[in-house]
């Protein structure tokens, strides 16, 4: 079974800094997706950002963007310009290519941006 | 005009009730889901639905039992409510059952079993 790993279950930052939130994960396919999502207070789930892993190009999206390593089967997300917006749980998630398989999430880690 | 919408947002109940949560989605999507989201926040998947046909049901109680009327529609009814099922339920919907581009989440409600 595939698995996903957040190490990290809080991280703190000052506004306007960078912050790098990791995430690893355990498969053995070769075709898969990957997913960040967002959860604010208000509980609703966004999707930040995904990659595809044929691509060997970094997602970016405005502020945020990611480093996949996929030998190293890692997929952390990087956050530019912190704001204090950007406070929320962040899961790192997974999905195999052309399965039924659904999302697999990570624990998630709790991001804390310090005014 | 919400892309997937659930109700009610937040459900307060005994125990041994039965309850139903709705979902409802306007996209044109054909698979939707239902996740659990514990007191700890982790998100495991329940079941799915592509063109009301159950896909995946995973080792969840048999006392939650998903009904899809059509592929717009996902409910979830739960019977005999236990203190353990208190949670946060969350529908969501993708493109297609392969789908390349992640879900999009209803905002969720919040299950209090007393």
């Known amino acids: 079974a595939q698995t996903v790993t957040q190490s990290q279950p809080e991280m703190s930052v000052q506004e306007a800094e960078t912050v790098t939130l990791s995430c690893t994960y355990d498969?053995?396919?070769?075709?898969?997706?990957l997913f960040w999502y967002k959860q604010p207070p208000s509980r609703q789930m966004i999707l930040v950002i995904r990659?595809?892993?044929?691509?060997?190009q970094n997602a970016t999206e405005n502020r945020f963007s990611v480093n996949f390593q996929k030998a190293a089967k890692s997929f952390s997300l990087k956050i530019s310009d912190s704001q204090l917006g950007d406070a929320a749980m962040y899961f790192c998630?997974?999905?195999?290519?052309?399965?039924?398989?659904?999302?697999?999430f990570g624990k998630g880690t709790h991001l804390i941006i310090q005014p | 005009d919400t892309a997937v919408s659930q109700t009610p947002k937040y459900l307060v109940t005994q125990m041994g009730n039965d309850k139903s949560i709705k979902c409802e989605q306007n996209?044109?999507?054909?698979?939707m889901y239902w996740y659990k989201q514990d007191s700890k926040k982790f998100l495991k998947i329940m079941f799915s639905y592509n063109n009301k046909e159950l896909i995946i049901n995973e080792t969840v109680p048999n006392r939650f039992s998903p009904k899809s009327p059509d592929k717009a529609h996902l409910n979830l009814h739960i019977n005999s409510l236990e203190l353990g099922d208190s949670a946060v339920y969350f529908c969501?919907?993708?493109?297609?059952?392969?789908?390349?581009?992640?879900?999009?989440f209803g905002s969720g409600t919040r299950l209090t079993v007393v």
């Open positions: 996209l044109g999507h054909d698979t």
């Open positions: 990659q595809e892993a044929y691509k060997q």
């Open positions: 498969t053995s396919e070769s075709d898969y997706y």
């Open positions: 969501a919907s993708s493109q297609a059952l392969f789908a390349l581009y992640g879900y999009t």
């Open positions: 998630a997974y999905r195999i290519g052309g399965g039924a398989d659904g999302l697999t």
